[in-house]
């Protein structure tokens, strides 16, 4: 009786183990950003809980990039000035901090 209970107890945490190994994790918190629309007024976004090893591409108006970048999530921010997070890092983001206030960006990822 005992052995059994001890094989289902064992079975059941592998397959909860297998299940969870594949799932995607996500950065808690936000990552809020600011963009200029077409007549020239700023708009705010965030990015809720974004999933972490994923790029984001900004939402961004007339294809001008991202500004003032806060990091509120849990994780580490890449951001990049090119979209799909290609081209040059243009700055590491910690959790609780923010891009400089010169930077331009129009991707991120977080690790």
Known sequence: MRLRSALTAAT???VLVL???GASTAAVGEFRYASVDLDN???QHAL???ESGVCHNLDITANLPALLGRNYTNSTATVFREADCE???WW???P???TP???RFRSVVFS
Do not use: E, F, K, Y
Request: glycine residues 8%; charged residues 10%; negative net charge.
């Open 12 to 14: 059941t945490a592998l």
């Open 19 to 21: 299940s969870t190994a």
């Open 41 to 43: 007024v700023q708009v």
């Open 48 to 50: 809720s809980d974004p």
């Open 87 to 89: 081209g040059d890092t």
């Open 92 to 94: 590491v983001v910690n």
């Open 96 to 98: 609780g901090l923010r």
């Open 101 to 103: 206030a010169l930077a």
